[in-house]
């Protein structure tokens, strides 16, 4: 369970203008779809019908929007950070700057909820977000990302 096996440097945004969270789930879904040769329109769907159960905003300017895609064959993630933070419905009503979604295959439900778990887990140490929020590259961002997980595993 390796972020970096799910992460790909085509698949991070590190500067992206969004006018509000329908806008920021469109932006990742157009990013998904060209990563993992999918409809932008499917993803979309997917990330706007798990929104509606409850916001993915876990605090800290950070949100972690999922959803389980056909077409997958394994666990697969996209990062985008907003040059400017937006209202997402967060658990801490924080606006966000950072997302993190993860796309799973319809029949990972448990692979699912261990990445989420890591994602989480990884977020919410300070040190990281001042540094991702910092990085001016896909590859600085997706190095950040993908450093130290075996600490942070624990």
Known sequence: MDI???LEKSAILPKAHADGKRHALALTAEIAARAFGLEAASVFDALCEREALGSTGVGYGVAVPHARL???DGMR???VRLDAPIEF??????PV???FALFA???ADSEHLRSLARVSRRLRQPELREQLRKAHSADSLHALLVRDQTSSAA
């Open 89 to 94: 419905g967060s658990v801490d009503d924080q």
């Open 4 to 6: 970096g096996a799910w």
């Open 77 to 79: 993630a996209v990062f």
């Open 70 to 72: 056909s077409g997958l």
């Open 105 to 107: 295959p319809p029949g």
């Open 97 to 99: 700057d950072l997302i």
